[in-house]
């Protein structure tokens, strides 16, 4: 069984910076894939970045070049860099980690982008 808990939310103005981390439980982590979603009020859960293993990224059109997802298997922990943060980023913002059929969720943590 494998337990996620993030944490970082919280509010910040447009333009700013946050940094989201999820650690995890466990002794799967270094040989899983990782990553953020989001979900908007009335809007559906969307993929926001992937790390794999070998530590291969991938990130939703909407955050290239502003988010960055990262890993540091000695922790369990990924990460997740906003910078240049806009109000359409706001969201309660989840972790995943996926390995073989085997998939769990964080809790998720409230994002807030406003003035």
């Known amino acids: 069984q494998v337990q996620l808990v993030e944490s970082g939310g919280g509010l910040v103005q447009p333009g700013g910076s946050l940094r989201l981390s999820c650690a995890a439980s466990g002794n799967i982590f270094s040989i899983s894939i990782l990553s953020w979603h989001r979900q908007a009020p009335g809007k559906q859960r969307e993929l926001v970045a992937t790390i794999t293993s070998g530590d291969s990224t991938g990130y939703a059109n909407s955050v290239k070049g502003r988010f960055t997802i990262s890993r540091d298997n000695s922790k369990n922990t990924v990460y997740l860099q906003m910078n240049s943060l806009k109000p359409e980023d706001t969201a309660v913002y989840y972790c995943?980690?996926?390995?073989?059929?085997?998939?769990?969720w964080g809790q998720g943590t409230q994002v807030t982008v406003s003035s």
């Open positions: 995943n980690l996926r390995h073989a059929f085997l998939t769990y």
